[in-house]
């Protein structure tokens, strides 16, 4: 196996690191001797997890939470997470919206909307139906309502 630390350098950016897949990946890079920039929403889990790692191992480790785009501004870093919704992807295309109220929209203006925000907007919602889905997920619906309404959606339920 080569060594990751000799290929890769001294520093692994690694995101979505506050649970899953991601806080394994962080684990077994960090077993290989890499030092750590780490990216999560949730900060609490993210800072836990970084403090672990650093004792685990003799490694550094860098954290941005949620705020990235707040920490990397001074750099002229410009940062915006995207949250496209239902966007007309490969990825679509496994379900059919023909029954639903809700269609998908196209890649470009989905693109079009983030490219616009950029430096603007810490997160990007392009389409009103997307903006109302995330109102209605993070504000109203509690979530076993949210997994029963989307399950509809996409035919599951």
């Not at 997890?49 to 191992?57: D, K």
């Not at 679509?92 to 470009?108: L, Q, T, Y």
Request: aromatic share 8%.
């Amino acid at each position: 196996m080569t060594n990751f630390k000799d290929k890769y350098d001294p520093w692994a950016l690694i995101t979505g690191v506050s649970s899953g897949i991601g806080a394994e990946f962080a684990r077994q890079v960090a077993a290989q001797g890499l030092n750590l920039v780490l990216v999560a929403r949730r900060e609490a889990r993210l800072r836990s997890l970084a403090r672990a790692l650093e004792t685990a191992h003799p490694i550094h480790v860098k954290v941005l939470a949620d705020g990235l785009h707040v920490e990397l501004k001074p750099a002229g870093v410009d940062v915006s997470a995207l949250t496209p919704g239902f966007t007309a992807t490969d990825l679509a295309g496994d379900f059919d919206f023909s029954g639903s109220p809700i269609k998908p929209m196209r890649v470009e203006p989905v693109v079009q909307a983030a490219s616009q925000e950029l430096g603007r907007r810490s997160l990007v919602i392009p389409g009103w139906q997307n903006r109302f889905l995330y109102w209605m997920v993070k504000r109203v619906l509690p979530r076993p309502a949210n997994t029963v309404f989307f399950g509809k959606i996409f035919g599951t339920c």
